[in-house]
């Protein structure tokens, strides 16, 4: 079984501070992860996300994650954040099999103050 | 423009009545799912479908039922077995495969009076 663990429900940050989103996951299988973001009423928008290869890897809106397998973890971070970045955001992992599914975590509402 | 339509936007609905959640894709994916999802919880799968014709349980699928006779539709009935159907519900869709990412609707908000 699969499951995914965001270890902050809230993070506050200043505008043009850097903020770092924590991801854990657990799966007894190589894994896919996946980082999606969610305005306010709205659906849920792909960030990023890790298949193989490089660890280290770039999303839009200046977002990247790295992927450390030996901790099992998968955190978003952005150099420098601005107030349109004010959202929840979700990670996901998906671990194959017949299925494809995802499994989220419960979130992480991001708010930027000026 | 391609993407995945959900109507209403916002429903309302009288205790032990049953309401049908639309959802249409035209991605030409083979996959699509339903999630439930509550403040604090995450998303939560209901029903997915791989295939017409065919679909699976989610992990909290009592009180719900679904249909995939066309593949760019996916409709959700919340039945009145549903004992707290109060929630914001999203379709998704993908390409049938591992590692594809899931692509989301606008989402329905239902409250039930």
């Known amino acids: 079984a699969q499951s995914v663990t965001q270890l902050d429900s809230q993070v506050p940050v200043f505008e043009e501070a850097p903020v770092e989103l924590r991801c854990n996951y657990s799966s007894s299988v190589s894994v896919y992860l996946f980082w999606y973001v969610q305005y306010p009423n709205q659906g849920l928008q792909l960030l990023l996300k890790y298949l193989s290869g490089s660890t280290l890897v770039k999303g839009i809106n200046g977002f990247e994650a790295e992927f450390n397998k030996s901790q099992t973890s998968f955190h978003l971070r952005k150099p420098s954040v601005h107030i349109s970045d004010t959202a929840e955001y979700f990670c996901?992992?998906?671990?194959?099999?017949?299925?494809?599914?995802?499994?989220f975590g419960k979130g992480t509402l991001l708010t930027v103050n000026p | 423009d391609g993407g995945i339509t959900q109507s209403p936007k916002y429903l309302f609905r009288k205790e032990g009545q049953n309401v049908t959640l639309s959802c249409e894709q035209n991605?030409?994916?083979?996959?699509m799912y339903w999630y439930r999802q509550d403040p604090g919880q995450g998303l939560r799968l209901i029903y997915y479908?791989?295939?017409?014709?065919?679909?699976q349980k989610g992990d909290i699928a009592e009180g719900y039922s679904v249909s995939r006779e066309k593949k760019e539709s996916f409709p959700l009935t919340v039945t009145s077995a549903q004992k707290n159907p109060t929630a914001f519900y999203l379709c998704?869709?993908?390409?049938?495969?591992?590692?594809?990412?899931?692509?989301f609707g606008p989402g329905t908000r239902l409250t039930v009076l």
């Open positions: 996901a992992v998906s671990s194959g099999g017949s299925n494809y599914k995802l499994t």
């Open positions: 479908s791989q295939i017409v014709n065919d679909f």
């Open positions: 998704a869709s993908s390409i049938n495969g591992r590692g594809h990412e899931q692509f």
């Open positions: 991605l030409n994916h083979d996959a």
